[in-house]
Nanobody, 119 residues
Framework: QVQLVESGGGLVQPGGSLRLSCAAT??????????VRWYRQAPGKEREWVARIGPTDTYIDYADAVKGRFTISRDNAKTTVYLQMNNLKPEDTAVYYC??????????WGQGTQVTVSS
């Protein structure tokens, strides 16, 4: 079973920054061929897509709500995808999840990491 582990969440003041990591910890998993997405889910709301990155740093896109503030990147040698979040706002408060998908056939989720933006 493939495991994705998110980390880097926490409490930050408005305007602050956090960097989330999504690490694939399963030995032999060909992480480099997967499209990886970040999603988030705020209390009482549906899960929403945040950002996406293709296998070779292509195919990068962001939700309008985070465009210009968040940056997604990956290090395939470390089987890790990052989400750099700057200028955080209270409305960014949510549990953030990463998802690795290949051809809509192989689909894996992490357990989530809490991000709270509050003064």
């Amino acid at each position: 079973q493939v495991q994705l582990v998110e980390s880097g969440g926490g409490l930050v003041q408005p305007g602050g920054s956090l960097r989330l990591s999504c690490a694939a910890t399963t030995s032999g998993f060909t992480f480099s061929v997967y499209v990886v997405r970040w999603y988030r889910q705020a209390p009482g709301k549906e899960r929403e897509w945040v950002a996406r990155i293709g296998p070779t740093d292509t195919y990068i896109d962001y939700a309008d709500a985070v465009k210009g503030r968040f940056t997604i990147s990956r290090d395939n040698a470390k089987t890790t995808v990052y989400l750099q979040m700057n200028n955080l706002k209270p409305e960014d408060t949510a549990v953030y999840y990463c998802n690795a998908n290949l051809a809509s056939q192989y689909d894996y989720w992490g357990q989530g990491t809490q991000v709270t933006v509050s003064s």
